[in-house]
C-alpha cells in the first residue's frame, strides 16, 4: 500500500472550500488559485460543491462560534481518506482575531489539521505547493504538466 | 461635515423621530448609521448621523440610560434603519420602541442568553463573552436556526450557511411558492468576530491592522477611513504625496474588487469562462499591488500620519502604463459579453429596483448610483487626492443586474483614467511618518467616510486621551444593501436568488461584526429538529 | 454576422497573446511579497518593541541566555516568532531600534517547519510498466489457451480459444462453458497476482522480478489446464 492516507486518490484530488468566519482574502486567493495563472486544475485538482465529493477540505479564516458546529459535520461528511488544509494564518491559530469573543481559535480546535500554510492572506502559489508536492510532482518537471 | 470631529445636536428621546423626520424634509434624508456608546456612567447615547446627497451631514444624539434603555423606532420613516437598531439591540441592549420588528437575536448566536450583558458594553469583558458562550448556557446546534415560519401551503428552503452558490456563511429561508420566492429571512453571523470589542483593547497603531482585516478585498479603505478618523482628532494632516500614494492604492483596490465582482457575476451567471478571463487579467492588478505594497490583498499600506513607505515616480507611470493594458483586456471582454444576448438576457430586469427603493433602504455604493442618484462620496466630499484629479460619476437610471454590470465596469475603467491622472500630478515630498504613531489621542469623536469599492464606507471613533480608542464604530456598505437585497428577493425566482444577492456586490465579513434576523412569531425549528425530520443522519 | 467575426478574431487573439498560466516553479516562488521576519540575534537588543507593536501578538519575548549590562549578568530577552499566527505585514521590522529583524524573501511554508505532511511523494511504478506487464500476461494467457484448446479436423491451431477449431462465423460461435470458466478465474487470478505484487512491491520490485512472476502463474496455468 504506498503510504500516506490518500493512496492513488492523490493524483486527481478533489476540494472542498469551507469559509469559516474569514475576511474573504484567503478565499479570494484560493478561488485565484483556480483561475488561469495559478492553475490548480493542471494537477487534478476540481472544487467540489458538496463535501461528499471531496478528498481535501480547505478551511480558511477564524472559527467563529456559529460556524463551529457546521465545520464538524462538514468534516464528518467527508468520506475517508481525507486531509484538511488549513490555508491562512486565522485557519492556522485565530491569527489576528485569536482573542476575539466570537472567535474560537484556528481550526485545528475543531478538526484535524494535515497542514497548516500561515500568511495572510496566504499565498495562492503555496496551495499550489502543497498539493503539487502531494501530487508527487518533483523539484523539477511539472507533473502532468 | 461627514470628516472631522463631530458636532453632535443632542435631541430628547421623545423628540427623537420628529427631529429626525424634520432634519430628513430638510435635505438629510440619508440614514448613514445609528452608533451606540456607552458613556460608562450606565447611560448609552446613540448618534443618528444623517447625510444629505451633496456632502453635509447632521449628528443627532440621544441619551438613554437605566436598566433597560429603549429607544422610538425609525422604521417606518426609513426601512434602512432598522438593521442599525437591531444591531444596537443585540450589542448594546438598547430595545426598539414600536417597530413590529421581530425579536431573537441578529448577529449573536441565538443562545446567547438575553438576561447576560450586552458585548459591548464597557462592563463586560471579551472574556466573559467568551465563557458564556462557551457554557454549557449556550449549547451547540443552538446557535441558529431556520428563521421561517412554516404553515402547511408553504415551503421552506434553507439557502446556506453552506452552499455552492455561496462564498461566504450566510444563512436565508426561503418560503417558496413553485419557483417564486414569497418572503426572504435572513440570517447573519457567522462571520461575527467581535472586532468593535477587540479594538478597544488594542493601541491605534496594531488596531489599523486589526480594522484592515475585517473585509480582504476593500482592506485599503477600511484602514484609510480609519486613519482619517483618527488624524482628525489628532489634528494632523499628512503629506500631500501621501494623500496621493493612498488614492493610488484605493483606486487599484477598486480596480481589483470590481474585476472581481465580474468574474463572480459570470460565475454566478452560469458563464465561467468570463470568470476565468476576468480573473486572469486581474492577476496583472495584484502585481503591481505586490509590487507597490508588498503584499497582494492586506497591503498595510495606510499609517497614522502617512504611509508606510514610499513608491518612486517612475513605478507609478509603469503602473499607469501596465493598467492602460489591463483596462483594454477588460473593455475588449466585456464588449464582447455585453453584446451577448444571452448574457444580456440573463441580467436585464433581474432584481430591479427603483431609486426609491434605494433611498428607502439607504442604500450606497454602485447599487444607488444604478438607480440614478449620483452618491459618490469621492465627489462629494472628497478625501484624499479626489478634489485634484477629474473624473465622472456613473449613474444609470434603473437598478438591476446589467446596469450594475454596466456602472461596474464604467468605475473600474475610470480608476484606470484616475491612476493616469495621479500618476502624472504626483508631487514630491516624503510620505511616510519619521516614526510610527505610538502615542496616545486626545480626548474626541470624530468620523470619516470614503467611497469603498462597496459603496460609502463610515468610521466613528471617540478617544479618551488613551493608547486605545474608547469606541470604533463602524458602518460597511453592505448592511444597507443587503436590506435592499433581502426585499427584491420576494418575488423573484429561486434560480435568480445567486444574481441576486451578488448584485450588490455583498461582503458579508464587512457586515457581520454582528447581525441577526429572525421571525419570532411562529414555531422556530432547532437544527436537531431538522436533522430528526430529515431522518437522524446528518 | 460580423458578431462572429469578431468573437473568431477574439478567439485567435487570445489563443497567440500566450498562455497565463505560470509554470509551478514560477508560482510558488515568493520575490516580490514582504516576506518573513527573522531575527538576527547579535543585533538585538531585548527592548520587546516589536513584541508591543505586533498586531496579532505573535511575537513573545523569551528567555535565552545571558548578556552582560553595566557589569551584570542579566537574563537576555530574545522575540520568538510564531509563524502560524504571524500575519506577515513587517511592522516589528520596521520598529525594531536595532534593526535586528529583516524580511526574508521566503514564503511562509518555509518559514514553518514541518508544514508539509510527511507522507510526500511515494511514487508508483510507471504506468507504463504496469500497462505492459498486464497486456503481455493477457496475450501469453490467450496463446497458451489458444496452444491448449482442442484441435479440430479443420485446423492445426484453434483460431479461438474454445471453439473447437470450427472456423468463426457470426452464427456459429461456441464456447465450452467449463473452459472458458477456468480461463476466466485463471486470468483473474494472474492479474490479481499481479496487482497484489505491485501493491506490495510498490518500486522496490524491479520489472523484471514482476514479469518472472508472471511467467510462474502461467506456467501453473499450463499445468492445470493440462489434459
Known sequence: MPAGPLGYRRRSL???????????????????????????????????????????????????????????????????????????????????????????????????????????????????????????????????? | MGRGRVEKEQVPVERLRESIASAMESGFSHLVTIT????????????????????????????????????????????????????????????????????????????????????????????????????????????????????????????????????????IALVVEGERIRKAFLRIGFVHRGIEKAAESRTFLRDVFLLERVCGICSTHHAWTFVEAV????????????????????????????????????YWAGFETLFMWVWGLREAVMDILEDATGNRVHKSFVTIGGVRRDIPDEKVRGYARKLAEVGRGISTIMEEVLSNDQFVERTRGVGRYTLEQARKFCAVGPVRRAAGDPYDIRKIEPYGAYDKVDFPVAVTQEGDVLNLVKIRLEELLTSIQI????????????????????????????????EAPRGELFYYVKSDNKHNPYRVKIRTPTIPNIQLAASLLEGAMLSDLPL??????????????????????????????????????? | MSEYVRAVLLG?????????????????????????????????????????????????????GKRVVGGREVPKQEPFFDYHSCIYCGMCADVCPAKAIRMVKASPLDAVQGALPQLLVIPLPPQVTTFLLILIAVALVYWVSGRLAPRGSHSQTAREPFSGGVPLTAARLRYYAADLMTFALFLLLAEALCLLLLLAGGESFPFGVLLVAALVIFLQGLILLRR
Open chain 2, 419 to 450: 491612476i493616469s491622472q495621479l500618476a502624472e500630478k504626483l508631487p514630491s515630498g516624503n510620505p511616510v511618518p519619521a516614526r510610527y504613531f505610538m502615542g496616545t489621542v486626545p480626548e474626541g469623536e470624530a468620523c470619516a467616510r470614503t
Open chain 3, 12 to 64: 485567435v487573439r487570445e489563443a497567440l497573446a500566450g498562455r497565463l498560466t505560470e509554470p509551478i516553479q514560477a508560482v510558488t516562488s515568493n520575490e516580490r511579497g514582504r516576506g518573513v521576519p527573522v531575527l538576527d540575534s547579535e543585533k538585538c537588543l531585548g527592548c520587546g518593541l516589536c513584541a508591543r507593536s505586533c498586531p496579532p501578538a505573535a511575537i513573545k519575548m523569551r528567555v535565552s
Open chain 2, 36 to 171: 451606540c456608546v456607552d458613556l460608562g456612567d450606565g447611560n448609552l447615547e446613540l448618534v443618528y448621523h444623517l447625510s444629505s446627497l451633496d456632502g453635509a451631514v447632521r449628528h443627532l444624539s440621544v441619551r438613554v440610560g437605566g436598566k433597560s434603555p429603549a429607544v422610538p423606532s425609525l422604521a417606518q420613516l426609513l426601512p434602512g434603519s432598522s438593521f442599525y437598531e437591531r444591531e444596537n439591540r443585540d450589542l448594546f441592549g438598547v430595545r426598539i420602541e414600536g417597530d413590529g420588528s421581530p425579536g431573537g437575536r441578529f448577529i449573536l448566536p441565538d443562545c446567547y442568553p438575553e438576561s447576560a450583558p450586552p458585548p459591548l458594553l464597557k462592563s463586560v469583558s471579551a472574556a466573559q463573552v467568551r465563557e458564556l458562550l462557551e457554557s454549557a448556557a449556550c449549547a451547540r446546534d443552538s446557535y441558529f436556526s431556520v428563521g421561517a415560519p412554516l404553515s402547511p401551503e408553504s415551503v421552506v428552503v434553507p439557502f446556506g450557511p453552506y452552499h455552492p452558490a455561496l462564498k461566504e456563511p450566510e444563512h
Open chain 2, 231 to 266: 488624524e482628525s482628532l489628532l489634528g494632523v494632516e499628512p503629506p500631500s504625496r501621501a494623500a496621493f500614494l493612498r488614492t493610488l492604492i484605493a483606486e487599484l483596490e477598486r480596480i481589483h474588487s470590481h474585476a472581481l465582482w465580474l468574474g463572480l457575476v459570470g
Open chain 2, 500 to 538: 441576486i444577492v451578488t448584485s450588490i456586490d455583498p461582503c458579508f465579513s464587512c457586515m457581520d461584526r454582528v447581525l441577526v434576523i429572525r421571525d419570532g412569531s411562529s414555531h422556530v425549528l432547532t437544527f436537531e429538529e431538522l436533522a430528526r425530520m430529515r431522518g437522524g443522519a446528518r
Open chain 1, 14 to 145: 478533489w476540494v472542498y472550500h469551507f469559509n469559516s468566519g474569514g475576511c474573504n482574502g484567503c478565499d479570494i486567493e484560493f478561488v485565484a488559485a483556480l483561475t488561469p495563472r495559478y492553475d490548480l486544475e493542471r494537477l487534478g485538482v476540481q472544487l467540489v460543491p458538496s463535501p461528499r465529493h471531496a478528498d481535501v477540505l480547505v478551511v480558511t479564516g477564524p472559527i467563529t462560534r456559529m460556524v463551529m458546529d457546521a465545520l464538524r459535520t462538514v468534516y464528518d461528511q467527508m468520506p475517508e481518506p481525507k486531509l484538511v488544509i488549513a490555508f491562512g494564518t486565522c485557519a492556522c491559530s485565530g491569527g489576528i482575531f485569536a482573542d476575539c469573543y466570537n472567535i474560537v481559535g484556528g481550526a485545528d480546535k475543531v478538526v484535524p489539521v494535515n497542514v497548516k500554510i500561515p500568511g495572510c492572506p496566504a499565498r495562492p502559489g503555496m496551495l499550489v505547493k502543497v498539493l503539487a508536492k502531494l501530487y508527487g510532482v518533483r523539484e523539477r518537471g511539472q507533473g502532468a504538466g
